[in-house]
């Protein structure tokens, strides 16, 4: 065991044994890296040198009501002194107090909650009820799934392949995917691969392409689309009023499951308590995690709409997770989203929201490299550009990301970018103030690396 108080040995520690996500470790080794965090309260965390940093990304737009809820780790502790786990067969009570909560708070009809561990279970576990819901209906055709290109799922294997490469590592090491994986296009009217004219016909066109879609593969084979109310990949393109009613007309027209991933965009994230209250549809199954729990312990959930649920009972499928149900989770997300609710942060994170975008749009009149700033809520996409009007991105050459990145560092920022967006999506607990320290941050950060492309 090395001593908390020694930084480079803790640093050390993690770069021979731990294994980190997305990590350069030669790379963290050069640099100093990994930073190692020892505290954190509210939007701040502090490492084991006393630096505090502010967290304008909330780990990974995951911790909704910040860091430091001594309520939550009490309501946690208090569950772990009754009882820890549950016995095979058995329920406790926060699980089943934790599930009739998630079915007060959700649209429509989704009322049987199945819990997990991660964003990615839940995901899964959808694709596996759907493709078993279609089988008890007498269609075991029903396989495929549709989602958008640059969306993103989840890293394990049966999700790994929706949204088409999302993300910036390379998926050619997990090849080949999981069959069936279908890609349309993404209703982002700033990077429009139909061509439309405006945002509404944006919306129209890819809404379209869904329906060609399930035409071209056959309404037989395909059981579900799944996307995101607003996907932060891309930067948090707004779709247009128009895309997601028709995305459900769609959907009920040829018997295809209607997934939303609520996993980032939900409890508060956008303004709304769920992302997609922004375009008044119901959809056949939601996802969730992050901030149903703050990221204070593992946690996740699909919710399934009766209709779907009906049809299994006393025909179950063979869906397990040892982690699912856990009493510790459930006992924390009801003290968060007790807190959440009881200490209005949905609407602090319209509010503010509205109040983080407008500053970094202002930055557009001070740095030529900001080609778009959109989003809803305090999940904000700002796209960097070579040439404003030809959208040009910059080459990798040019090594953006790293730029941005050390100079987010240099701000006193947790922040990354991949070199294209930049997602500010900060705990929805912060103040105004914070916020202009985020936009005062990424306003010298741009300046920085502006000034050092013009020196190259």
Not at 69 to 81: P, T, V
Not at 232 to 240: E, H, M, N, S, W
Not at 358 to 379: F, N, S
Request: with cysteine; net charge negative; hydrophobic share 40%.
């Amino acid at each position: 065991m090395v001593a908390t108080h020694d930084t480079e040995a803790i640093r050390q520690a993690s770069l021979k044994y731990q294994w980190m996500h997305n990590a350069d470790w030669t790379e963290m080794a050069e640099t100093g890296e990994p930073i190692v965090m020892v505290a954190g309260k509210g939007v701040r965390v502090t490492d084991s040198t006393g630096k505090t940093w502010l967290d304008a990304h909330g780990g990974y737009t995951s911790v909704h009501l910040g860091y430091g809820q001594d309520e939550i780790a009490e309501a946690a502790y208090e569950q772990l002194c009754k009882i820890t786990f549950f016995p095979s067969g058995t329920t406790t009570v926060p699980v089943v107090e934790l599930a009739e909560k998630l079915a007060g708070m959700t649209p429509g009809n989704l009322n049987r909650v199945f819990p997990g561990a991660g964003g990615s279970e839940a995901n899964e576990t959808a694709i596996k009820i759907t493709r078993a819901y279609h089988k008890r209906r007498g269609e075991a055709g029903r396989y495929k799934i549709i989602s958008r290109k640059f969306s993103y799922h989840g890293t394990t294997a049966g999700v790994l392949g929706l949204g088409n490469n999302a993300t910036d590592f390379s998926l050619s090491d997990f090849e080949p995917m999981a069959p069936g994986m279908i890609h349309v296009p993404h209703p982002n009217h700033y990077r429009d691969e139909l061509g439309g004219a405006s945002p509404s016909e944006t919306a129209i066109k890819c809404a379209q392409a869904v329906e060609d879609a399930i035409l071209m593969h056959g309404a037989d084979t395909v059981a579900a689309f799944i996307g995101e109310p607003i996907a932060q990949p891309p930067g948090a393109p707004v779709p247009a009023p128009e895309y997601w009613p028709m995305i459900r007309e769609i959907c009920d027209r040829y018997g295809v499951v209607l997934i939303c991933d609520e996993i980032i965009t939900g409890f508060g994230r956008t303004g709304k308590m769920f992302g997609i209250e922004h375009f008044g549809i119901e959809p056949d199954m939601m996802t969730m995690g992050k901030g149903l729990i703050s990221s204070y312990l593992p946690l996740a959930a699909t919710v399934v709409s009766d209709d779907i649920a009906d049809y299994f009972g006393s025909d179950n499928i063979a869906h397990a997770i040892t982690a699912s149900g856990h009493p510790v989770t459930a006992a924390a997300a009801l003290k968060n989203l007790e807190i959440l609710e009881r200490d209005g942060y949905v609407e602090n994170s319209r509010v503010q929201g509205e109040y983080l975008k407008a500053g970094l749009t202002e930055l557009m009149d001070r740095h030529t490299i900001v080609g778009d700033v959109r989003g809803l809520g305090l999940l904000i996409g700002v796209e960097i550009v070579a040439d404003r009007d030809t959208k040009e991105r910059f080459p990798k050459s040019a090594g953006l990301a790293a730029r941005l990145n050390a100079a987010f560092r240099k701000q006193g920022l947790i922040l990354q970018s991949d070199g294209n967006i930049i997602t500010v999506g900060p705990p929805i607990c912060i103040t105004r103030d914070e916020c202009d320290e985020i936009i005062a941050g990424v306003d010298a950060s741009l300046t920085e690396v502006e000034a050092g492309l013009a020196s190259d």
